[in-house]
């Protein structure tokens, strides 16, 4: 996280923490011994907080990837990507790192992977399992995707541009949905 996020969340963590003394929730006593007046002390506490909340989105608008940024959840080969999300969502976006294929189960949730970046060097398998969720694949462009796929109330789009080159490597996407879908594209 960023210098500016981390004051903020102090900010309003301070804030909070301020409040609760106040109102006897928890007893810290050196927060307990700043007070100046009721009004004085709730209209600081706003301020504090404000200001808090402020730099929190204010850094937030100036670079959202640190929000987002995870590291790759490996599995246990040591290199194939294992990703489970349940009520919720999950971006993963490969810069630069090698890819050696992926399970990424999706129940009530998404997953969005980015792999315009990733070097894919050989054919990789992508198995994919989806219950009332999504999966939003981005692949590079020099890449061949074929899909096996054994949807109920679901499916696949495959929306990427074929390349001509034999010697291409493949993307074997072998997925089941239910309630589901997957969305692949450049």
Same mark, same amino acid.
């Given at each position: 996280?960023?210098?500016?996020?981390?004051?903020?969340?102090?900010?309003?963590? +301070?804030?909070?923490?301020?409040?609760?003394?106040?109102?006897?929730?928890?007893?810290?006593?050196?927060?307990?011994?700043?007070?100046?007046?009721?009004?004085?002390?709730?209209? $600081?506490?706003? !301020?504090?907080?404000? !200001?808090?909340?402020?730099?929190?989105?204010? $850094?937030?608008?100036?670079?959202?990837?640190?929000?987002?940024?995870?590291? &790759?959840?490996?599995?246990?080969?040591? @290199?194939?990507?294992?990703?489970?999300?349940?009520?919720?969502?999950?971006?993963?976006?490969?810069?630069?790192?090698?890819?050696?294929?992926?399970?990424?189960?999706?129940?009530?949730?998404?997953?969005?992977?980015?792999?315009?970046?990733? !070097?894919?060097?050989?054919?990789?398998?992508?198995?994919?399992?989806?219950?009332?969720?999504?999966?939003? &694949?981005? !692949?590079?462009?020099?890449?061949?995707? &074929?899909? @096996?796929?054994?949807?109920?109330? +679901?499916?696949?789009?495959? $929306?990427?541009?074929?390349?001509?080159?034999?010697?291409?490597?493949?993307?074997?996407?072998?997925?089941?949905?239910?309630?589901?879908?997957?969305?692949?594209?450049?």
């Amino acid at each position: 996280m960023k210098p500016r996020t981390i004051i903020g969340l102090v900010l309003v963590v +301070g804030g909070l923490v301020k409040l609760a003394t106040i109102w006897g929730i928890i007893h810290w006593e050196w927060f307990e011994t700043m007070s100046e007046g009721p009004w004085s002390m709730y209209f $600081s506490i706003f !301020v504090i907080m404000w !200001v808090g909340a402020h730099l929190i989105v204010d $850094s937030y608008r100036r670079d959202p990837d640190q929000w987002l940024q995870r590291p &790759l959840p490996i599995g246990e080969d040591g @290199k194939r990507i294992c990703c489970s999300v349940h009520y919720g969502g999950d971006e993963y976006i490969f810069r630069g790192e090698p890819f050696h294929g992926a399970r990424l189960d999706a129940f009530c949730g998404g997953i969005r992977m980015d792999l315009r970046e990733a !070097v894919i060097t050989e054919d990789e398998e992508i198995d994919i399992h989806t219950f009332c969720g999504g999966v939003e &694949l981005f !692949v590079p462009a020099h890449v061949n995707v &074929l899909v @096996k796929s054994r949807s109920f109330l +679901g499916g696949v789009a495959n $929306s990427t541009v074929h390349v001509p080159d034999k010697d291409a490597p493949c993307l074997h996407i072998v997925a089941s949905n239910f309630f589901g879908g997957v969305d692949v594209k450049n």
